[in-house]
């Protein structure tokens, strides 16, 4: 933890760009004519880019987690309805939801919570923290801890290492070391069929103790190109799509297009950002007027205007401002000031000796390189963007574009000047809340 | 025969198990990590340290890589190809569950390009440098050059948006197979059709159709009875080294159309480093390769009777 957080603070975050959107459009106008097929059934059908089981927005359809986060990054209850914390940290004790049934009518009591807590903790970062899990009635379940183990609340919430299973979900049947092979949880859909790579269909949980969905099925059908996505929902084969993704998928030069005809389009900010980073231990950005300078020569808010047609809002923090622990009182923004930026560079003895135009200092130019993983939605017009926005005061940015993983594993090992990527926990620090 | 047999056999197990290693090696050794990747694409959270180390535990992937082979090559012993890191099936599972879709694709395209194709190519060459040949050059031309994520595309935007003829995406009926066929079929017809005219040109140009010629023989039978045959042999060997161009091709076309093939799939697994996946599949694609190219060579002995595979007995 303490190495992770060291590693994060020594890339300071430039140029906040976008709060990732979802935009959801959706054919309301014509879902009206396109039901009738299946007798009054109100069916939903949503393009995803993954496959059903691949996706963690598909697997929530169907699993629930103990406990639950909120939009500031609370836990609250889910299965769990409510839990105490001994003193010292080290003891918790959940109090379940009575009356909670599995998709297969197994109730959800202690004996099963614990197995899926143990099935958890086999996959979960916090299972080698276990000492042991109690059931001392029907519908309570008590963990030891071995030592203190501040995120474990969070880790809980994170659908993807720690969905409710239910016992005969895994094969063999009960272990708890088995395998996730039939998808069976207490969310408000059942999983009824499954085809790879092609589509999954879910029915309405009838028996779902929190608020019943207002749809009798959800058809997930699997389209990874998102112009093909586009087409589709055009043309009525399907009623929705962007929801599917946690990073969407969906163009942002399309929207305008959706709206045109006629598809509703809804956009939720739910806190994610792209980001510029720093590497704050090599030159030429260990030195803090630097990276100021370059912080002020960028319009962001002009950059989020004509890019991306305004949809996402420049961001300025790496927490969004509603996040528990963020910032939430933060209004000085860096704002775009060019003459500022080359003054502070001046400063920091960077200087058009030559008049080439790039600027110079001790006989070597201000020319850095932006890593950029392949596949980095927008990386590439933002990148664009920022190198022109450079060019005006006299910075040199080249661009390299690597394969994801070996990008990734660059940015790791620290060789790089400036990294162009997308938060991935709510907010994008250790131990933050995960997507839900 | 059987000698010809029994080599391929032998040469196609060296084949398949250095293809296999190669691609191991080289994935092994390329920047990028499985569990790094899988845990992020999944979760779309960056993983922290003990979840890396616990995936790689569990995955038998912190070991060295003589030691990761040799497990490999062990569990092919048993007849075994292992599990996905990505998806936790059997890697076996995984090709036969795909590679259905994907051999439907491809066997139709290539049937439509053979049927579009042919007939074309020989058109073209009984009448070389006619209007109809310019066209035919210019047209494949074209064909070759158009990006199949393009044509797909636009093929979609006609046929399903504006005229709602045929489903955009989706694997199952016949409309369905429609235009990710047209799309995949495209290039290789275009390339079929010069290699058929080329070839023909040069049969017809040979002295045992001036001898057919001038026996009066009636043109429809020396181009299409004899000609052909013997045009086709250089025809088949292009066929066979287009079944890896189907594959790559069906990579793009697989996920325009949403089908739900092996393509889109190893791509995917490759990203994200899935090393069992990865041999597995380049075992059984690099088998199919060494198959088809067999198959091709016994075609040979059909069309031209000078071809034999060991002394007459």
């Not at chain 2, 948006?161 to 016949?174: E, K, R, S």
Request: proline fraction near 5%; include cysteine.
């Amino acid at each position: 933890m303490q190495l992770k957080m060291k590693g994060f603070l020594r890339t300071v975050t430039i140029a906040l760009i976008s709060l990732f959107l979802i935009s959801v459009a959706a054919g309301c106008a014509k879902t009206g004519d396109q039901t009738p097929a299946t007798k009054g059934e109100k069916v939903l059908r949503l393009g995803a880019v993954k496959d059903f089981k691949e996706a963690i927005e598909g697997q929530n359809l169907v699993f629930e987690r103990f406990v639950g986060v909120d939009r500031e990054g609370n836990t609250v209850p889910q299965l769990a309805e409510s839990w105490d914390v001994s003193k010292d940290g080290k003891i918790y004790t959940f109090h379940l939801r009575k009356g909670v049934k599995f998709h297969n009518g197994t109730v959800l009591d202690a004996s099963a919570a614990k197995f899926a807590f143990q099935w958890i903790a086999n996959q979960a970062p916090f299972g080698r923290y276990i000492e042991k899990v109690e059931t001392p009635d029907n519908n309570t379940l008590k963990v030891y801890f071995k030592e203190y183990y501040a995120p474990f609340l969070l880790d809980l919430a994170s659908g993807w290492t720690s969905p409710v299973i239910c016992p005969e979900a895994v094969e063999p049947v009960g272990s708890v070391d088995g395998k996730l092979t039939n998808f069976i949880g207490t969310g408000p859909f059942k999983l009824v069929d499954y085809e790879k790579d092609k589509q999954a269909v879910l029915v309405r949980n009838d028996d779902y103790w929190g608020n019943k969905p207002k749809v009798d099925k959800v058809i997930w059908k699997t389209i990874p190109d998102p112009h093909a996505q586009i087409v589709a929902l055009k043309a009525g084969e399907i009623d929705m799509i962007g929801i599917t993704e946690h990073h969407s998928s969906i163009p942002y030069v399309e929207v305008p297009g959706l709206r045109k005809a006629g598809i509703k389009v809804e956009e939720t900010s739910y806190g994610r950002y792209q980001v510029l980073e720093f590497n704050c231990q090599k030159e030429p950005f260990n030195d803090k007027k630097v990276r100021l300078a370059l912080n002020l020569a960028i319009d962001s808010e002009k950059m989020v205007k004509e890019l991306f047609g305004g949809l996402p809002e420049p961001a300025y923090t790496i927490t969004a401002p509603w996040f528990k622990y963020g910032p939430s009182n933060v209004k000085q923004k860096y704002g775009y000031d060019p003459e500022k930026a080359k003054q502070l560079l001046a400063e920091a003895g960077w200087k058009d000796t030559d008049g080439d135009g790039i600027l110079d200092k001790n006989g070597k130019p201000f020319v850095f390189e932006l890593l950029i993983p392949a596949g980095e939605a927008n990386a590439d017009a933002v990148a664009v963007f920022v190198q022109s926005e450079l060019k005006k005061i006299g910075v040199q940015m080249k661009l390299l574009t690597l394969e994801s993983g070996a990008a990734w594993d660059r940015s790791k090992k620290g060789e790089y000047d400036m990294f162009v990527h997308h938060s991935f926990c709510l907010p994008s620090i250790p131990g933050g809340i995960a997507i839900g | 025969m059987r000698r010809l047999l029994i080599q391929r056999l032998v040469s196609a197990v060296f084949v398949m198990l250095i293809a296999s290693f190669l691609s191991f090696l080289l994935l092994f050794y390329a920047p990028g990590n499985p569990a790094e990747t899988i845990i992020r694409q999944q979760s779309g959270l960056d993983p922290t340290y003990a979840e890396i180390e616990l995936f790689m535990k569990r995955h038998d992937l912190n070991r060295p890589f003589l030691v990761q082979c040799l497990q490999w090559l062990y569990l092919l012993t048993h007849g075994k190809l292992g599990v996905s890191l990505r998806t936790g099936e059997p890697v076996l599972e995984e090709f036969t569950a795909r590679f259905g879709a994907t051999f439907q694709l491809a066997v139709a395209a290539m049937a439509l390009s053979v049927i579009i194709g042919l007939p074309i190519g020989v058109f073209a060459a009984t009448k070389p440098n006619s209007l109809f040949d310019h066209i035919i050059r210019v047209v494949s031309l074209a064909g070759v050059s158009i990006p199949e994520f393009w044509l797909g595309l636009m093929l979609m935007l006609c046929f399903s948006l504006a005229l709602g003829w045929l489903p955009c995406f989706g694997h199952g009926t016949v409309r369905h197979l429609v235009l990710p066929m047209i799309t995949l079929a495209v290039g290789i017809t275009a390339s079929l059709m010069r290699f058929v005219r080329t070839s023909m040109l040069e049969v017809l140009n040979l002295d045992y159709i001036k001898t057919a010629k001038a026996k009066g023989l009636r043109e429809v039978v020396i181009v299409w009875k004899h000609a052909l045959k013997n045009a086709l042999i250089p025809v088949v060997t292009i066929l066979g080294t287009q079944v890896g161009h189907l594959l790559a091709g069906a990579v793009i076309v697989e996920t325009v159309f949403s089908w739900p093939g092996i393509g889109k799939f190893f791509v995917d697994s490759i990203y994200a480093r899935d090393y069992p996946v990865i041999q597995g599949f380049v075992l059984i694609i690099a088998a199919i390769y060494v198959l088809v190219n067999l198959l091709v060579d016994i075609l040979y002995v059909y069309l031209d009777p000078r071809v034999r595979y060991e002394g007459r007995s």
